[in-house]
């Protein structure tokens, strides 16, 4: 669990002793490649922190098909997080894109976690913030560019997506069709 | 600051005496329908607790035009979170759209209150963690709806929005022209 040590460690100081106090409250889960961590319509009660890998958060469309929303890399946590404070179903999926193992905490755990160790309130308030921020701006994003200039924003401030996530997730998660994806890529090379 | 100490208390127990205490790292602004709290471009290091009235939150597209990206009323913090917390100049722009009371917290002021009273952690905590989950949840109804679904689902679940804000201004947060927006609403009635 380093990298949940060293991620902590970026918002407070923890020493060795502290952390392997702390760290019962976590479990550990791998999952190969195209393998779901969680499916849409379970019960979910989790939170994942992404220790390696990365994994894809989508729902199934009216129409049946797979609309990814955002992706999740190493040091991001990731949840449906509105089920999870509500304790509701999931109303999304989350899935290995490549071989990815996770960080656990479960809502009782984090609960407990809290009340014990009431530092890591400060982590988790840093981390809520930090990603409040970027969802905000994202929405900016959404409403500002269009989906050719989103593109074009998405390769050059995720690169590492780029190389990583299939070309359909990007796609799906732009709102194109792969072939329209296939042909902006096209045009921009040219 | 009532409004702010039984905000705060929706989420921990919080006396009057160390309210009293913790009251002079806040501080007050009222403006009256349509003037400013803030506009883009402007330094900005500050976050907004509505206690009275309510804000957009917009900013000034390509083409000049007004996009408003979300709203605030009384209980709910609002600010530009990505500015605020790289301490840049502010990328929105946020407008009283009725006359509305703030409370103010300084970038510094929440660093020392934090610091002095780290009890607060769990308040923002709590505050952060539900914002993003409705956001993340917001990103979601962008990907899932149409533009028509959008605002019989924002009519549905902000009924309280559809009286207080003027119609130009739902019309611009759904994407609408204001014309479109009339069509729907007359379709709807009839």
Same mark, same amino acid.
């Given at each position: 669990?380093?990298?949940?040590?060293?991620?902590?460690?970026?918002?407070?100081?923890?020493?060795?002793?502290?952390?392997?106090?702390?760290?019962?409250?976590?479990?550990?889960?791998?999952?190969?490649?195209?393998?779901?961590?969680?499916?849409?319509?379970?019960?979910?009660?989790?939170?994942?922190?992404?220790?390696?890998?990365?994994?894809?958060?989508?729902?199934?469309?009216?129409?049946?098909?797979?609309?990814?929303?955002?992706?999740?890399?190493?040091?991001?946590?990731?949840?449906?997080?509105?089920?999870?404070?509500?304790?509701?179903?999931?109303?999304?999926?989350?899935?290995?894109?490549?071989?990815?193992?996770?960080?656990?905490?479960?809502?009782?755990?984090?609960? *407990? !976690? +809290?009340? =014990?160790?009431?530092?890591? %309130?400060? #982590? /988790?308030?840093?981390?809520?913030?930090?990603?409040?921020?970027?969802?905000?701006?994202?929405? *900016? !994003? +959404?409403? =500002?560019?269009?989906?050719? %200039?989103? #593109? /074009?924003?998405?390769?050059?401030?995720?690169?590492?997506?780029?190389?990583?996530?299939?070309?359909? !997730?990007?796609?799906?998660?732009?709102?194109?069709?792969?072939?329209?994806?296939?042909?902006?890529?096209?045009?921009?090379?040219?």
């Amino acid at each position: 669990m380093e990298s949940l040590k060293n991620h902590i460690n970026n918002y407070l100081e923890i020493s060795e002793t502290t952390f392997s106090e702390i760290a019962r409250f976590f479990s550990y889960q791998g999952k190969k490649k195209k393998e779901y961590f969680l499916r849409e319509g379970e019960e979910f009660n989790k939170m994942f922190f992404i220790e390696s890998g990365c994994v894809n958060i989508s729902f199934i469309k009216d129409n049946g098909q797979e609309q990814t929303i955002d992706f999740a890399i190493e040091n991001w946590w990731t949840s449906d997080f509105l089920s999870f404070s509500k304790s509701e179903k999931s109303r999304f999926s989350i899935r290995a894109i490549e071989d990815t193992s996770v960080i656990i905490l479960t809502k009782d755990a984090k609960e *407990k !976690l +809290l009340v =014990e160790y009431p530092f890591m %309130e400060t #982590y /988790f308030r840093a981390v809520f913030e930090k990603a409040y921020a970027a969802s905000q701006n994202r929405i *900016k !994003l +959404l409403y =500002e560019l269009s989906r050719e %200039e989103a #593109y /074009f924003h998405f390769r050059d401030n995720f690169p590492e997506f780029i190389q990583r996530v299939p070309q359909y !997730l990007i796609a799906s998660f732009l709102g194109f069709t792969p072939e329209y994806l296939s042909e902006i890529r096209k045009k921009s090379i040219s």
